[in-house]
């Protein structure tokens, strides 16, 4: 019973830990007045939902470091969606 409560913890903790450092998304005009420096760029695969393209930015802006993104194009394709961002830090 101690066993699957640990288990169970670990995973709340983890998922609340994840959500906390997620990389966040920002206006363009924002980057300038907080003074951030640009990590790179990067793109969704073939997503099917605006949302899943944001989650996506910013798991690969988290991977590359980054803690704000800022999206430079979005397009909807049938059933695809697809995006590109700044990252910066």
Known sequence: ????KGI???????SISFGVFAAKELEK???KEMN????GEIST????APMDARKELSKK?????GTYYVVTSAEKMEKDV???ADVYK
């Open 1 to 4: 019973m101690k066993l699957i």
């Open 8 to 14: 169970v913890t670990s995973l709340v903790i983890g």
């Open 29 to 31: 005009d924002k980057v």
């Open 36 to 39: 951030l420096t640009k990590l």
């Open 45 to 48: 695969s073939s997503t099917s």
């Open 61 to 65: 802006a988290d991977e590359l470091g």
């Open 82 to 84: 697809r995006a590109t």
